[in-house]
């Protein structure tokens, strides 16, 4: 199946420090979207961007969506070590009943 | 609101059986469900797409026969591994939409462990 291009696989960084991951893709998509999970449970959704060039915050989340509607980034702020996690950015075609195509993941560890 | 349950949360069953995975939204109707799995270290793949009433359209490469999806009301989908093989062992989560929100609500997911 398809998936996103998402960077970094993996990141470690010590607490207070800030993060940025993006997600690229060859195919349009209306809706981006940005995930957390966390081990043994389904993901949680952090942020959803709904028009081209949208910046959008949640605490100390904000995304954004790509102007050209192919890519996504997201910024974590002043991290805590409650933030380890993995991120998934997701691509939406239609919002709502179509499904969505996830990235990798990105593997966030913060050192205390 | 929006909450969304799956049963089992995990199930190890021995290979050459059959195991059922239930998908419920427990405050809301689910015009569509999805099923995601997801094996170790990797991002969620879809498996199948489920609107209520009608038969669920699946992905390339996930066999329809070995993987049977049911959604017989707004508010169940059922999700059965048929003869069960080792390498079905995965993590298995679902996702509902409302019909009139843009979210998709994700359920905790299923750990299937098949010996």
């Known amino acids: 199946g398809q998936q996103l291009n998402q960077s970094p696989q993996s990141m470690f960084i010590q607490e207070g420090e800030d993060v940025s991951m993006n997600c690229t893709s060859s195919?349009?998509?209306?809706?981006w979207l940005w995930y957390k999970q966390d081990p043994g449970e389904g993901p949680v959704l952090l942020i959803a961007?709904?028009?081209?060039?949208e910046l959008t915050s949640n605490g100390r989340l904000t995304a954004q969506f790509g102007i050209t509607r192919k890519d996504s980034f997201l910024n974590i702020s002043a991290s805590i070590p409650s933030d380890v996690g993995i991120y998934f950015c997701?691509?939406?075609?239609?919002?709502?009943?179509?499904?969505?195509?996830f990235g990798k993941g990105t593997r966030l560890s913060v050192i205390a | 609101g929006a909450v969304v349950s799956q049963h089992p949360s995990w199930v190890i069953c021995k290979s050459g059986t059959s195991v059922k995975i239930e998908c419920r939204s427990l405050?809301?109707?689910?015009?569509?469900m999805f099923w995601y799995r997801q094996f170790p270290k990797q991002s969620l793949m879809l498996m199948a797409t489920?609107?209520?009433?009608?038969?669920?359209?699946?992905e390339q490469g996930v066999e329809k026969d070995k993987f049977l999806i049911n959604h017989a009301s707004l508010t169940l989908s059922t999700l059965t591994v048929t003869s069960a093989h080792p390498e079905d062992s995965s993590f298995y989560i679902c996702?509902?939409?409302?019909?009139?929100?843009?979210?998709?609500?994700f359920g905790p997911g299923t750990r299937l462990t098949v010996t």
């Open positions: 996702s509902a939409w409302t019909g009139s929100s843009y979210e998709q609500y």
């Open positions: 195919s349009i998509f209306n809706t």
């Open positions: 961007l709904y028009k081209a060039g």
């Open positions: 997701a691509g939406q075609m239609n919002s709502g009943n179509t499904p969505l195509v």
């Open positions: 405050d809301f109707q689910a015009t569509t």
């Open positions: 489920s609107n209520e009433g009608s038969k669920a359209t699946y």
